[in-house]
């Protein structure tokens, strides 16, 4: 936000320099992000013109007469204080006016006036290209001075006439006393909002230098007949709107603002349109509070097609089905269902605390003036504008909080302006809805209170000044203090507030560094995190890389990776679509993690031998109860490539296969000290026939991993012979299997007994079966089982194959002997034979 500080000055006297006064408001909380200087010295910018004092004065114009050799030439005399007055050559079209009338003197025509010597923007130029005023001939008639404009000032790109300054001024007096000035521009967080005017920053700063703070007078006369019977005001919904004030000002005049009033606005961001106009903006950077303006008398005629000797009927609700609002902006746009709009029984009128409508806009034949100024629900107007993409000032404003109590104060300052500068009369009342006032806040502090959160010991009477300087209402009662907020507050709720506003009066610069004197509260780890660190952990010790990748995807991306079944064309699932995605291709939010991770891996596959990476990230399916979708966590592998990176001493380096794969998981497993995950064979349409497994934990499905089907590495781009091998494993499936503690067993110290067995069992016999009753055979003594081959041919039965282990035999107290590790192994054929069927080889 853009204040001036000339603006600021009519509210409270600036005693500090420029720059303290911005570091004091940062410091409390309004950031000075930047200080523009307008004429005057101050700040590091070496290109900016700074206006010489002594040869840019005001001058004041006494007479204008015809040039003798130029038709669109003048000669104004001026008087800039010296000991003579001086003629001037000027082509400025709004002087042509005052040709011929001899002395006008009395007419208090001022303009800033340069002097030879005196640095100045060329105005024929474009952009700000600087001249220094030197004297010469014009059509006969020497010129060495000059009556500026205000693009030769630098103040806009106005040049069509000079400038004239309003008010009696003093000839000669140095134009950075009269029209120099500086201007804040101030970030205005959410928890400022009460600082979004000029007001707002006057009321801070008073409070933080100790001035005493003016208000603008909304003191109104009301001369015209009585409102009451022509118009009427009410509202659907309340909550969203819970105040609405209405003013009529009849017999207003269309001109333009005057000069300084439209200077404050060009300063603080604003284009001047004309005085009606003008007046509702000022009051909006000035006191905070927006309002509108309407036609009165566009109004009345829609009254009388549904009321026609009634009141207007000003209706504030919600939008009907379909309803649709051309905005002063000129577009027709579709109003979202939760958008509150001023209304009447026809129709639309505009959308509540963000913009007016272009049918009832003031016009250049408006006379009769409905002053408008609500309060609307701060969420209503931010999830409004944003649906709407209309971002306003108005908008800006109401969609951080503005307190009801402000718009009455609002509708009584731009009604006083109105009288005075467009000529209107007041109608005598106003109509002011007010159906849920907002009730007053009081919280009970005390300096013990101050001192825990803020760290600072103060006594209840500097605690009391401090916040009567920020116009808090206090009241001592005992060891404590009851402090109401001002009514212009929305955000005090409890002591917290309170002592951040003491605090920042204290100055956050010059709060002591303390130690917490709270008891902190007990440490507990949070193990999904810690265990999800862990994985990742282990991933990189084992040759993984991690990536991170858009969560936002399309349908059409992911169905690459069904691009081997030609019988399945896309996932059928519904997607979570955004509903103003940013680009085509973030549209909906993923289904599979996988396949964010292998356009990870083809993107790199060229520029590297070997590709080892994994993600841990959320998919979203949509949801069979509620909007939102579930969120299932996933963990996704990559491999491809050589084994080994390149090295002088290996000069054969094989290719990643589907057993790397394994042993990255089965290593995973193992550093989590996860059991009892069996492996099967599976089918896929991601994966290749006859190269997929699938990963059970008990009766969950824990995974898939395998290696890719050609088709489907082919849809992602890739060209050549590498395999790609991939894993996609549920985390949260894995997460509940990892123990909470492991058994950590001492090394044994007596000789273990190492055997091969080799039977022949059905081909339907899982390896892993065979594992299973093995291992619940042997019991503790058995310490390793390893499958080491297998084989089908001729040797064997049709539909049999043989299967191969190496069996270790180990106890952790006694020396095994030769027939201990027989009895282990004859128990173990027998169990076999009798569960699998199973033959010793």
Same mark, same amino acid.
């Given at each position: 936000?853009?204040?001036?500080?000339?603006? %600021?000055?009519?509210?409270?006297?600036?005693?500090?320099?420029?720059?303290?006064?911005?570091?004091?408001?940062?410091?409390?909380?309004?950031?000075?992000?930047?200080?523009?200087?307008?004429?005057?010295?101050?700040?590091?910018?070496?290109?900016?013109?700074?206006?010489?004092?002594?040869?840019?004065?005001?001058?004041?114009?006494?007479?204008?007469?015809?040039?003798?050799?130029?038709?669109?030439?003048?000669?104004?005399?001026?008087?800039?204080?010296?000991?003579?007055?001086?003629?001037?050559?000027?082509?400025?079209?709004?002087?042509?006016?005052?040709?011929?009338?001899?002395?006008?003197?009395?007419?208090?025509?001022?303009?800033?006036?340069?002097?030879e010597g005196a640095e100045v923007y060329d105005g024929h130029k474009e952009g700000q290209v600087r001249m220094k005023l030197k004297g010469r001939q014009l059509r006969g008639i020497y010129n060495r001075c000059m009556v500026c404009s205000e693009k030769e000032l630098g103040l806009s790109e106005e040049h069509?006439?000079?400038?004239?300054?309003?008010?009696?001024?003093?000839?000669?007096?140095?134009?950075?006393?009269?029209?120099?000035?500086?201007?804040?521009?101030?970030?205005?967080?959410?928890? $400022?909002?009460?600082?979004?005017?000029?007001?707002?920053?006057?009321?801070?700063?008073?409070?933080?230098?100790?001035?005493?703070?003016?208000?603008?007078?909304?003191?109104?006369?009301?001369?015209?007949?009585?409102?009451?019977?022509?118009?009427?005001?009410?509202?659907?919904? +309340?909550?969203?709107?819970?105040?609405?004030?209405?003013?009529?000002?009849?017999?207003?005049?269309?001109?333009?603002?005057?000069?300084?009033?439209?200077?404050?606005?060009?300063?603080?961001?604003?284009?001047?349109?004309?005085?009606?106009?003008?007046?509702?903006?000022?009051?909006?950077?000035?006191?905070?509070?927006?309002?509108?303006?309407? #036609?009165?008398?566009?109004?009345?005629?829609?009254?009388?097609?549904?009321?026609?000797?009634?009141?207007?009927?000003?209706?504030?609700?919600?939008?009907?089905?379909?309803?649709?609002?051309?905005?002063?902006?000129?577009?027709?746009?579709?109003?979202?269902?939760?958008?509150?709009?001023?209304? #009447?029984?026809?129709?639309?009128?505009?959308?509540?605390?963000?913009?007016?409508?272009?049918?009832?806009?003031?016009?250049?034949?408006?006379?009769?003036?409905?002053?408008?100024?609500?309060?609307?629900?701060?969420?209503?107007?931010?999830?409004?504008?944003?649906?709407?993409?209309?971002?306003?000032?108005?908008?800006?404003?109401?969609?951080?909080? *503005?307190?009801?109590?402000?718009?009455?104060?609002?509708?009584?300052?731009?009604?006083?302006?109105?009288?005075?500068?467009?000529?209107?009369?007041?109608?005598?009342?106003?109509? #002011?809805?007010?159906?849920?006032p907002f009730p007053a806040v009081t919280v009970a502090l005390t300096a013990a209170e101050v001192k825990r959160l803020g760290g600072v010991d103060l006594t209840l009477a500097d605690i009391q000044q401090k916040l009567e300087s920020l116009e808090f209402q206090v009241a001592v009662d005992g060891e404590q203090?009851?402090?109401?907020?001002? #009514?212009?507050?929305?955000?005090?709720?409890?002591?917290?507030?309170?002592?951040?506003?003491?605090?920042?009066?204290?100055?956050?610069?010059?709060?002591?560094?303390?130690e917490m004197s709270d008891t902190l509260p007990p440490q507990r780890s949070n193990m999904r995190v810690l265990n999800e660190e862990r994985i990742k952990d282990s991933l990189v010790q084992l040759g993984m890389q991690e990536v991170i990748t858009y969560r936002l995807t399309t349908a059409e991306r992911e169905?690459?990776?069904?691009?081997?079944?030609?019988?399945?064309?896309?996932?059928?699932?519904?997607?979570?679509?955004?509903?103003?995605?940013? /680009?085509?291709?973030?549209?909906?939010?993923?289904?599979?993690? %996988?396949?964010?991770?292998?356009?990870?891996?083809?993107?790199?596959?060229?520029?590297?031998?070997?590709?080892?990476?994994?993600?841990?990230?959320?998919?979203?399916?949509?949801?069979?109860?509620?909007?939102?979708?579930?969120?299932?966590?996933?963990?996704?592998?990559?491999? /491809?490539?050589?084994?080994?990176?390149?090295?002088?001493?290996?000069?054969?380096?094989?290719?990643?296969?589907?057993?790397?794969?394994?042993?990255?998981?089965?290593?995973?497993?193992?550093?989590?000290?996860?059991?009892?995950?069996? *492996?099967?064979?599976?089918?896929?349409?991601?994966?290749?026939?006859?190269?997929?497994?699938?990963?059970?934990?008990?009766?969950?499905?824990?995974?898939?991993?395998?290696?890719?089907?050609?088709?489907? *590495?082919?849809?992602?781009?890739?060209?050549?012979?590498?395999?790609?091998?991939?894993?996609?494993?549920?985390?949260?499936?894995?997460?509940?299997?990892?123990?909470?503690?492991?058994? *950590?067993?001492?090394?044994?110290?007596?000789?273990?007994?190492?055997?091969?067995?080799?039977?022949?069992?059905?081909?339907?016999?899982?390896?892993?079966?065979?594992?299973?009753?093995?291992?619940?055979?042997?019991?503790?003594?058995?310490?390793?089982?390893?499958?080491?081959?297998?084989?089908?041919?001729?040797?064997? +039965?049709?539909?049999?194959?043989?299967?191969?282990?190496?069996?270790?035999?180990?106890? +952790?107290?006694?020396?095994?002997?030769?027939?201990?590790?027989?009895?282990?192994?004859?128990? $173990? $054929?027998?169990?076999?034979?009798?569960?699998?069927?199973?033959?010793?080889?």
């Amino acid at each position: 936000m853009l204040v001036p500080l000339s603006w %600021l000055k009519e509210f409270v006297d600036i005693t500090l320099p420029v720059e303290e006064l911005a570091e004091k408001l940062t410091i409390a909380g309004l950031e000075v992000e930047a200080i523009k200087y307008i004429g005057v010295a101050g700040g590091n910018d070496k290109d900016r013109l700074v206006w010489d004092r002594d040869k840019l004065v005001v001058g004041h114009i006494l007479k204008v007469e015809q040039h003798p050799n130029a038709d669109k030439l003048v000669l104004a005399t001026v008087d800039y204080g010296g000991d003579e007055h001086e003629v001037v050559v000027t082509g400025a079209p709004n002087l042509f006016p005052f040709l011929e009338q001899g002395d006008i003197s009395d007419r208090k025509i001022y303009s800033p006036f340069a002097l030879e010597g005196a640095e100045v923007y060329d105005g024929h130029k474009e952009g700000q290209v600087r001249m220094k005023l030197k004297g010469r001939q014009l059509r006969g008639i020497y010129n060495r001075c000059m009556v500026c404009s205000e693009k030769e000032l630098g103040l806009s790109e106005e040049h069509e006439g000079i400038m004239f300054i309003e008010g009696d001024q003093v000839p000669g007096a140095s134009l950075q006393d009269v029209l120099g000035d500086v201007v804040f521009d101030i970030s205005i967080i959410p928890n $400022i909002a009460r600082c979004a005017s000029v007001l707002g920053v006057a009321r801070e700063v008073a409070a933080l230098t100790g001035q005493p703070l003016r208000y603008p007078s909304t003191e109104v006369i009301a001369e015209g007949a009585d409102m009451t019977g022509k118009v009427k005001i009410s509202t659907e919904n +309340p909550e969203l709107n819970p105040r609405f004030t209405a003013m009529l000002i009849e017999g207003v005049v269309q001109k333009p603002s005057p000069q300084w009033m439209q200077r404050r606005l060009r300063l603080a961001g604003q284009r001047p349109l004309n005085v009606v106009v003008d007046i509702s903006n000022y009051v909006m950077l000035e006191m905070g509070q927006p309002n509108h303006t309407f #036609d009165y008398d566009f109004l009345r005629r829609r009254a009388d097609q549904y009321d026609p000797n009634g009141p207007v009927h000003i209706i504030t609700r919600l939008p009907h089905a379909g309803e649709t609002v051309t905005t002063l902006d000129g577009s027709k746009r579709d109003m979202p269902a939760q958008t509150i709009l001023v209304t #009447d029984p026809v129709g639309a009128l505009s959308i509540g605390g963000i913009m007016g409508g272009e049918e009832s806009e003031i016009s250049d034949s408006t006379v009769n003036v409905l002053l408008e100024a609500a309060a609307w629900n701060f969420i209503s107007i931010r999830r409004s504008s944003s649906q709407l993409k209309l971002s306003t000032e108005a908008a800006f404003r109401f969609s951080r909080g *503005v307190h009801p109590s402000q718009a009455l104060f609002g509708a009584k300052r731009a009604a006083r302006l109105l009288q005075q500068l467009a000529g209107g009369t007041v109608a005598q009342g106003m109509v #002011d809805y007010h159906p849920s006032p907002f009730p007053a806040v009081t919280v009970a502090l005390t300096a013990a209170e101050v001192k825990r959160l803020g760290g600072v010991d103060l006594t209840l009477a500097d605690i009391q000044q401090k916040l009567e300087s920020l116009e808090f209402q206090v009241a001592v009662d005992g060891e404590q203090l009851l402090v109401t907020a001002p #009514d212009h507050r929305m955000d005090i709720s409890g002591s917290h507030d309170l002592v951040e506003e003491v605090c920042r009066m204290v100055g956050f610069d010059r709060l002591p560094a303390t130690e917490m004197s709270d008891t902190l509260p007990p440490q507990r780890s949070n193990m999904r995190v810690l265990n999800e660190e862990r994985i990742k952990d282990s991933l990189v010790q084992l040759g993984m890389q991690e990536v991170i990748t858009y969560r936002l995807t399309t349908a059409e991306r992911e169905d690459r990776l069904l691009a081997a079944d030609e019988g399945l064309e896309s996932d059928e699932r519904p997607y979570i679509t955004l509903a103003n995605p940013i /680009t085509v291709d973030r549209v909906a939010m993923r289904h599979s993690l %996988l396949a964010s991770v292998l356009e990870v891996a083809a993107a790199n596959h060229r520029h590297s031998d070997r590709i080892g990476i994994f993600e841990i990230g959320q998919i979203y399916l949509a949801g069979e109860e509620g909007v939102l979708p579930d969120e299932l966590t996933r963990l996704s592998l990559v491999l /491809t490539g050589n084994r080994d990176y390149p090295h002088w001493q290996t000069a054969e380096n094989g290719t990643l296969d589907f057993f790397d794969l394994k042993g990255v998981v089965e290593g995973l497993l193992g550093d989590l000290h996860v059991t009892g995950v069996a *492996v099967e064979a599976a089918s896929h349409p991601t994966f290749r026939p006859g190269y997929t497994a699938r990963l059970l934990l008990g009766d969950q499905q824990l995974g898939l991993m395998g290696e890719l089907h050609p088709l489907v *590495v082919e849809a992602f781009g890739v060209r050549g012979e590498r395999p790609f091998l991939a894993a996609e494993l549920d985390l949260d499936v894995l997460m509940a299997a990892i123990p909470p503690w492991h058994k *950590v067993t001492a090394v044994a110290t007596y000789p273990a007994i190492h055997e091969d067995l080799a039977i022949v069992v059905d081909k339907s016999v899982s390896a892993r079966s065979v594992v299973e009753v093995i291992e619940r055979t042997g019991g503790f003594l058995l310490t390793d089982v390893t499958l080491f081959d297998v084989y089908e041919g001729g040797q064997l +039965p049709a539909g049999k194959k043989s299967l191969a282990y190496h069996l270790t035999y180990q106890s +952790p107290s006694k020396t095994l002997s030769d027939r201990d590790a027989s009895k282990l192994r004859q128990r $173990i $054929i027998q169990q076999l034979d009798q569960r699998l069927g199973a033959k010793l080889r």
